[in-house]
């Protein structure tokens, strides 16, 4: 029960208790003057009548007697009158009955009036000629006091009911820095560090906010510092200090997750070198300082240069040199994009060029299915020595096709939109499901759904489909298109557990799909229920704003949202401190070596730490061995998938 009830029930008891009070008391007093009143009454009424009657009873006039005894009970204040003579006899005696029915029975019990008579002599001259004796009524008095009780009731309710009305104005106004708190306290649980401005007048109640206001900047503070601490590691442990970008340990650990990742299928990849002739020239003549911006500005010129593929990695390998990977492209994409760097770096202004120039080569390889990170490096390393061989500012292309005919990863983008639109068209998808598993207790605890393309016999992953189609613009079609198929799914028979579903971030930023997406889930709360809409973390970075709307969309329905490819990011995390998620999804690339790598081993432990003081789990994908798993159990993350763990199945795992 609320405080605000608490108070408004305490001033209604406060009121009838006084009112109890005061009327008892009332009613004590009143019983005392009524029963005085009625024995007053009486013998007045037994004096007055003894007077009038005295010829009467002389005379032995029963009939005047009689009437004059009915004359005196018309008032109803008299239930017996009589007459004795100086015998005790009885002359006249005359019985008046009195109704009381409109007074409660439980009334009369509880006032128990006496019938107090009066009694007076008849006498004619001297001689005295008997005894008149007037007995009360408490009908009369019954009614009387009734009638006050009930007044006083009345009363009492109504002033009560106003009582009631202004307390409860006062006192909703009173208590609105306390609700004031509870909401800063609630956003405190959220780790939404907010402070009240405007601070109550009354004492007490100032001195509660003031002390939650420092609470809350306490708080933040810690929780910023422990933010910093983890993107600060973050930064030393997978980023270049000089440029800002990947570093090599980095770049191979994310390039061999890309290449061992089973529930992507087959892969595309391009990957250039592209290497500066004679860094210590440039550190001799102008100094490290002067060659460390050059390396950032040259850094920042192919990371802009590839700005239109968000999957592209670049990366400072070693000293003089750069790399780019390229998941997913055509072999047309992969050369354009590739020429287009080499063009950029060429361009870059240095103000020492006449006295100084740069010189660059580059090594360019794509690959048709990769399946080795190693081999793909190779080849661009081949490449970039061929290039160096010719002569500076050149680059050299080395393809592992060799003739033959492209296979179907090497399809023209024109190729790609008629096969998509053929797919959305004719609802040519096929859902499997991974399962996802406590750490603590191997308990399924979701699953994650993974599409798949009908390619004619064959299925093509998503990840082959899926970036041609976000450069197409279809991926708003395309997870309409999932949607509607889990739907019909569940239609058949329902899912028994949540459901991992990753959205698109073009999806996100389309009107038209965000529009769909509340009509749909409105229309499938049941579904929508057990959805957990998965987007990269890059997607925070990209658009912050579209994120948070479609996170008040997917609360409204009953649906959830998590962060999948955590910690690709060199961003400070500051998202997690407002944006309410189901969980945090560490990218497959921390999971490579982890039980030789203790960076990375703190690394993960830290965001466990960071995640649970937000009140989110901690997920890891790409579990391939049973290595990996204990050492998960060791860092504390709360929940894993890989294909040791569970492969993709058709249906999901009861």
């Given at each position: 029960?609320?405080?605000?009830?608490?108070?408004?029930?305490?001033?209604?008891?406060?009121?009838?208790?006084?009112?109890?009070?005061?009327?008892?008391?009332?009613?004590?007093?009143?019983?005392?003057?009524?029963?005085?009143?009625?024995?007053?009454?009486?013998?007045?009424?037994?004096?007055?009548?003894?007077?009038?009657?005295?010829?009467?009873?002389?005379?032995?006039?029963?009939?005047?007697?009689?009437?004059?005894?009915?004359?005196?009970?018309?008032?109803?204040?008299?239930?017996?009158?009589?007459?004795?003579?100086?015998?005790?006899?009885?002359?006249i005696d005359r019985e008046f009955p009195v109704s009381i029915e409109?007074?409660?029975?439980?009334?009369?019990?509880?006032?128990?009036?006496?019938?107090?008579?009066?009694?007076?002599?008849?006498?004619?001259?001297?001689?005295?000629?008997?005894?008149?004796?007037?007995?009360?009524?408490?009908?009369?008095?019954?009614?009387?006091?009734?009638?006050?009780?009930?007044?006083?009731?009345?009363?009492?309710?109504?002033?009560?009911?106003?009582?009631?009305?202004?307390?409860?104005?006062?006192?909703?106004?009173?208590?609105?820095?306390?609700?004031?708190?509870?909401?800063?306290?609630?956003?405190?649980?959220?780790?939404?560090?907010?402070?009240?401005?405007?601070?109550?007048?009354?004492?007490?109640?100032?001195?509660?906010?003031?002390?939650?206001?420092?609470?809350?900047?306490?708080?933040?503070?810690?929780?910023?510092?422990?933010?910093?601490?983890?993107?600060?590691?973050?930064?030393?442990?997978?980023?270049?200090?000089?440029?800002?970008?990947?570093?090599?340990?980095?770049?191979?650990?994310?390039?061999?997750?890309?290449?061992?990742?089973?529930?992507?299928?087959?892969?595309?990849?391009?990957?250039?070198?592209?290497?500066?002739?004679?860094?210590?020239?440039?550190?001799?003549?102008?100094?490290?300082?002067?060659?460390?911006?050059?390396?950032?500005?040259?850094?920042?010129?192919?990371?802009?240069?590839?700005?239109?593929?968000?999957?592209?990695?670049?990366?400072?390998?070693?000293?003089?040199?750069?790399?780019?990977?390229?998941?997913?492209?055509?072999?047309?994409?992969?050369?354009?994009?590739?020429?287009?760097?080499?063009?950029?770096?060429?361009?870059?202004?240095?103000?020492?060029?006449?006295?100084?120039?740069?010189?660059?080569?580059?090594?360019?390889?794509?690959?048709?299915?990769?399946?080795?990170?190693a081999d793909i490096l190779s080849g661009a390393d081949v490449a970039?020595?061929?290039?160096?061989?010719?002569?500076?500012?050149?680059?050299?292309?080395?393809?592992?096709?060799?003739?033959?005919?492209?296979?179907?990863?090497?399809?023209?983008?024109?190729?790609?939109?008629?096969?998509?639109?053929?797919?959305?068209?004719?609802?040519?998808?096929?859902?499997?499901?991974?399962?996802?598993?406590?750490?603590?207790?191997?308990?399924?605890?979701?699953?994650?759904?993974?599409?798949?393309?009908?390619?004619?016999?064959?299925?093509?992953?998503?990840?082959?489909?899926?970036?041609?189609?976000?450069?197409?613009?279809?991926?708003?079609?395309?997870?309409?298109?999932?949607?509607?198929?889990?739907?019909?799914?569940?239609?058949?028979?329902?899912?028994?557990?949540?459901?991992?579903?990753?959205?698109?971030?073009?999806?996100?930023?389309?009107?038209?799909?965000?529009?769909?997406?509340?009509?749909?889930?409105?229309?499938?709360?049941?579904?929508?229920?057990?959805?957990?809409?998965?987007?990269?973390?890059?997607?925070?970075?990209?658009?912050?704003?579209?994120?948070?709307?479609?996170?008040?969309?997917?609360?409204?329905?009953?649906?959830?949202?998590?962060?999948?490819?955590?910690?690709?990011?060199?961003?400070?995390?500051?998202?997690?401190?407002?944006?309410?998620?189901?969980?945090?999804?560490?990218?497959?690339?921390?999971l490579r070596g982890l039980d030789q790598n203790p960076d990375n081993?703190?690394?993960?432990?830290?965001?466990?730490?960071?995640?649970?003081?937000?009140?989110?789990?901690?997920?890891?994908?790409?579990?391939?061995?049973?290595?990996?798993?204990?050492?998960?159990?060791?860092?504390?993350?709360?929940?894993?998938?890989?294909?040791?763990?569970?492969?993709?199945?058709?249906?999901?795992?009861?």
């Open positions: 029960m609320t405080l605000f009830r608490q108070l408004i029930i305490a001033v209604v008891i406060l009121f009838i208790c006084l009112y109890a009070g005061n009327t008892l008391v009332s009613l004590h007093n009143n019983r005392l003057l009524v029963e005085d009143q009625m024995q007053v009454h009486a013998q007045d009424t037994a004096t007055s009548l003894g007077l009038s009657m005295t010829q009467a009873a002389q005379n032995k006039d029963i009939a005047t007697l009689d009437a004059m005894f009915n004359a005196v009970s018309d008032s109803g204040y008299y239930q017996r009158i009589y007459f004795s003579d100086l015998e005790q006899n009885v002359v409109t007074v409660p029975n439980w009334f009369v019990s509880m006032m128990s009036l006496p019938s107090p008579e009066g009694k007076a002599e008849v006498s004619s001259g001297w001689s005295q000629l008997g005894v008149l004796t007037v007995i009360s009524h408490p009908g009369q008095a019954y009614s009387k006091l009734w009638q006050v009780t009930t007044t006083q009731l009345g009363w009492f309710a109504g002033i009560t009911l106003l009582v009631c009305l202004l307390a409860y104005l006062a006192l909703k106004w009173l208590l609105v820095p306390l609700t004031r708190v509870e909401q800063q306290a609630n956003e405190i649980y959220e780790r939404r560090f907010v402070t009240q401005d405007k601070i109550p007048k009354t004492r007490e109640l100032g001195r509660v906010v003031l002390a939650m206001n420092r609470m809350a900047d306490h708080l933040k503070e810690v929780f910023d510092e422990q933010l910093a601490v983890i993107g600060q590691l973050q930064k030393q442990s997978f980023r270049d200090s000089v440029t800002g970008l990947s570093n090599r340990s980095d770049f191979d650990n994310r390039l061999s997750s890309f290449v061992d990742d089973k529930e992507a299928g087959v892969h595309t990849g391009a990957l250039f070198i592209v290497a500066m002739q004679d860094l210590a020239s440039v550190n001799e003549f102008a100094g490290r300082k002067e060659g460390n911006n050059l390396l950032k500005t040259i850094g920042e010129c192919i990371n802009n240069a590839v700005l239109a593929h968000p999957r592209a990695l670049v990366v400072r390998r070693q000293g003089q040199e750069f790399a780019v990977f390229l998941p997913d492209v055509t072999p047309q994409e992969g050369e354009e994009l590739a020429g287009a760097v080499f063009n950029a770096v060429q361009g870059v202004n240095w103000l020492h060029h006449d006295k100084c120039p740069l010189n660059f080569n580059m090594g360019y390889t794509y690959h048709s299915e990769v399946t080795s990170g970039l020595r061929q290039a160096k061989l010719q002569g500076t500012n050149r680059w050299v292309k080395l393809s592992d096709v060799q003739g033959g005919e492209v296979p179907v990863l090497g399809r023209t983008l024109q190729e790609w939109q008629d096969f998509l639109e053929q797919t959305i068209k004719g609802h040519q998808i096929a859902l499997h499901y991974q399962p996802i598993l406590s750490v603590s207790d191997n308990a399924v605890v979701a699953h994650e759904v993974f599409v798949r393309f009908v390619n004619g016999e064959d299925l093509l992953a998503a990840a082959v489909v899926i970036p041609i189609a976000e450069r197409l613009d279809l991926m708003p079609q395309l997870d309409q298109l999932i949607l509607e198929s889990l739907a019909s799914t569940n239609r058949n028979k329902e899912f028994s557990g949540k459901l991992c579903v990753n959205l698109s971030m073009v999806s996100v930023q389309t009107n038209g799909f965000v529009k769909w997406l509340d009509s749909f889930l409105m229309s499938q709360r049941e579904l929508a229920s057990k959805l957990i809409f998965e987007v990269s973390e890059q997607a925070i970075t990209v658009d912050d704003q579209s994120i948070r709307q479609l996170d008040k969309l997917l609360q409204k329905c009953g649906a959830s949202m998590a962060i999948d490819g955590f910690g690709l990011e060199s961003s400070a995390f500051g998202y997690l401190s407002s944006l309410p998620l189901n969980h945090l999804k560490v990218h497959r690339s921390f081993q703190f690394y993960i432990r830290s965001l466990v730490q960071l995640a649970h003081n937000r009140g989110v789990q901690l997920w890891l994908e790409g579990v391939e061995s049973e290595l990996e798993w204990k050492q998960l159990v060791e860092l504390g993350v709360d929940a894993a998938q890989g294909y040791f763990l569970g492969k993709l199945q058709s249906k999901p795992v009861e």
